[in-house]
């Protein structure tokens, strides 16, 4: 105790050069923290943005449904099928959908498109396939992508015809009222997507309670493989696919890794950059300090004495300085949780979002940090200034006392 | 013994030429393929066809009547079933429209859907379209002798500045000039499907497969099988028959 004691008074015998050495650890502290949560605002966009609005977490269809996208190889029973998904405790929301590909027409002149039947209020929210305030969907009313409005030249309010082929293999048509123009973050819904209610699809489409695909969102995106397991055992589900979006989007998990590998590789980088200044400082202030250790060594102290005082002090300063390191990057993590941190504005563009992949990737991104960050980072730098100074402070303890003293 | 080798041989020899039918002349491929576009269509046709979708899941089936004028009209309407009765659709040319009399509209097929499924069958819109474009698009030869049935193994091969979904397509006619299997090649030169011609009976005045089967390479159990109950050749039809106003008003 009296060690941690002389090593706290001995750090404030010197303010300025500690306050220095403080200064630099929970600069470098926060800088780290304050990245870690960035790479993790990238890593949890990525994943939102890829799986929010049309993918899911997890994903249901009739076997061989995705070989061929055969209309009648449908769901059975999708609302029972939906209610026993739900029950899992971490699925966060459960939705089924139809897809048809299909004609629409203005006048006569006919066009491709993709009718996607959908639960409109399971559809709605933020990184949704639909925003709170796209128009409703009841009955004959549908929803069109903006493009392909103007491609077809229609506006809202406009009747369309749609034709397409039923599951029963009928034909299947209509005339429907555009309710609104949509501008969804996927290009293919943009492009292609005439969205209608669920119940008036199936029935367009001449589907009892079925449909092509069950989307899961799970409430934590770091537990969709274990989601996925659980639901595939349902009995319920047997003999129907049910995969992870990982699974379903192979080429997206692997864009995904080579970006967290960059940044990743930037954190190491900054890190070993904040570890080099904490050694340094710890070095050089256990190096100016040579001629008061030979002093000490001659008045009778034994040498572990000072080898311990010395890494006291330094862990001492490591800890303080990660403190308030921590401080720092919480509060910089604080400010920009809620409101995000918009790329547009930093890089000084003008556009809110980029395209890519056919899919529209907003520029804002959400930094958080998790207590095993906090932890890690504090711990490492704590470790670095204690390794720091244990080299001198080893060389202190076989210091000569008379040289020391002259030099 | 030894003076009855060489007169052995002879004899084998004569047997042996014997079973062998004499190798027919290779037939001129331009005229055979003409002869066969001709075969269902001639100057103009009117026929009633039946037509089947079968799928390890379902069976559907359809009636419709057909109107062809030269390689470039016809008219297609469905008699039944009741649900899509009256729907029709109408080729002129590289353009297909359909009319749908439930919600009275008449839509034309854009090309970004010309590979898409007509009516549920296993046929596309572009096979509607480019049913008589096999001699303007693709360099034809006789390939092989066939034996069983007797007949000759056509190959076409798709001319090089032409963009279409068929890099080969295969033809099995029969020494009587009757088609008997034709298969399709895409342009990876895999198997896409096969159409098979058979029960040859005469209808309209000649003799003819009635009965024809697609079969898609990459589905299991999937096919869709057309037969024709009815047909007239060389009828003189109305001139308004392939137009637009008689496609919305032609029950």
């Not at chain 2, 034709?182 to 011609?197: C, I, N, S, V």
Request: hydrophobic share 50%; with cysteine.
């Amino acid at each position: 105790m009296t060690t941690l004691r002389i090593a706290w008074r001995n750090l404030w015998r010197n303010p300025r050069r500690t306050a220095l050495a403080l200064a630099a650890i929970g600069l470098s502290v926060g800088l780290v923290l304050a990245y870690d949560a960035m790479l993790r605002a990238v890593g949890d966009w990525m994943v939102e943005t890829i799986t929010g609005p049309l993918l899911g977490h997890v994903q249901v269809h009739a076997a061989d449904w995705r070989k061929d996208r055969a209309m009648d190889r449908t769901l059975r029973r999708a609302g029972a099928l939906c209610d026993a998904i739900a029950r899992d405790p971490d699925v966060g929301s459960v939705t089924a959908r139809v897809y048809a590909p299909a004609l629409a027409a203005l006048s006569d002149e006919g066009f491709a498109v993709m009718v996607i039947g959908v639960d409109r209020a399971r559809e709605t929210g933020a990184a949704r396939l639909l925003a709170p305030d796209a128009p409703a969907i009841e009955g004959k009313r549908v929803l069109m992508g903006r493009a392909l409005a103007e491609t077809m030249n229609a506006h809202a309010g406009a009747t369309i015809a749609i034709v397409g082929q039923g599951a029963d293999g009928s034909l299947a048509n209509d005339l429907y009222t555009v309710a609104g123009l949509i501008e969804t973050p996927m290009d293919l819904v943009n492009r292609q997507g005439v969205i209608m209610a669920l119940g008036e699809a199936q029935a367009l489409f001449s589907m009892d309670d079925e449909a092509h695909e069950i989307v899961i969102h799970a409430r934590d995106a770091a537990r969709v493989d274990a989601v996925a397991a659980r639901l595939a055992a349902l009995p319920i589900l047997e003999g129907a696919d049910v995969l992870d979006w990982k699974r379903l989007q192979p080429e997206m998990v692997s864009m995904l890794g080579v970006v967290e590998m960059a940044w990743l590789l930037i954190l190491v980088l900054v890190f070993v950059a904040a570890a080099a200044g904490v050694a340094n400082t710890m070095l050089m202030a256990t190096f100016e300090r040579t001629r008061e250790f030979g002093m000490l060594l001659a008045l009778g102290l034994r040498p572990t004495r000072i080898v311990a005082m010395i890494v006291a002090e330094s862990v001492a300063l490591g800890a303080v300085g990660a403190a308030a390191g921590a401080a720092l990057g919480i509060a910089l993590v604080a400010a920009t949780h809620d409101s995000g941190v918009d790329f547009a504005t930093l890089t000084g563009q003008g556009t809110s979002a980029i395209s890519a992949m056919g899919i529209r990737w907003s520029l804002r991104m959400y930094p958080s940090l998790a207590a095993v960050d906090l932890v890690g980072a504090v711990g490492a730098v704590v470790m670095t200034s204690m390794l720091a100074s244990a080299w001198p402070a080893l060389r202190v303890g076989r210091l000569q006392p008379a040289r020391a003293l002259r030099s | 013994m030894m003076w009855c080798r060489p007169l052995a041989v002879v004899a084998l020899a004569i047997i042996g030429m014997a079973s062998i039918p004499p190798v027919p002349p290779a037939p001129d491929v331009d005229a055979l393929l003409r002869h066969l576009d001709d075969l269902y269509r001639s100057k103009s046709s009117i026929a009633r066809i039946e037509i089947q979708v079968i799928n390890p899941r379902t069976t559907r089936s359809l009636r419709l009547k057909a109107w062809t004028r030269g390689e470039e009209h016809s008219l297609i309407v469905i008699e039944a079933p009741p649900r899509e009765a009256g729907t029709a659709t109408l080729r002129v040319e590289d353009n297909l429209w359909n009319y749908l009399p439930r919600i009275a509209r008449t839509i034309r097929v854009p090309p970004s859907a010309m590979l898409g499924s007509w009516m549920g069958t296993d046929f596309t819109n572009d096979d509607l379209v480019h049913e008589s474009s096999m001699r303007r698009d693709f360099a034809s030869r006789v390939d092989r002798r066939s034996d069983a049935p007797a007949g000759w193994w056509l190959r076409l091969d798709v001319k090089p500045d032409i963009v279409g979904r068929w890099a080969r397509i295969d033809v099995l006619v029969s020494d009587d000039d009757l088609p008997v299997e034709e298969r399709f090649y895409d342009r990876k030169g895999r198997l896409a499907r096969t159409m098979t011609f058979d029960e040859v009976r005469p209808l309209g005045g000649r003799r003819m497969p009635v009965h024809l089967t697609l079969v898609p390479a990459d589905v299991d159990g999937q096919r869709t099988e057309m037969r024709y109950l009815e047909a007239q050749f060389d009828v003189a039809l109305p001139e308004d028959t392939f137009s637009l106003s008689r496609l919305e008003q032609n029950r």
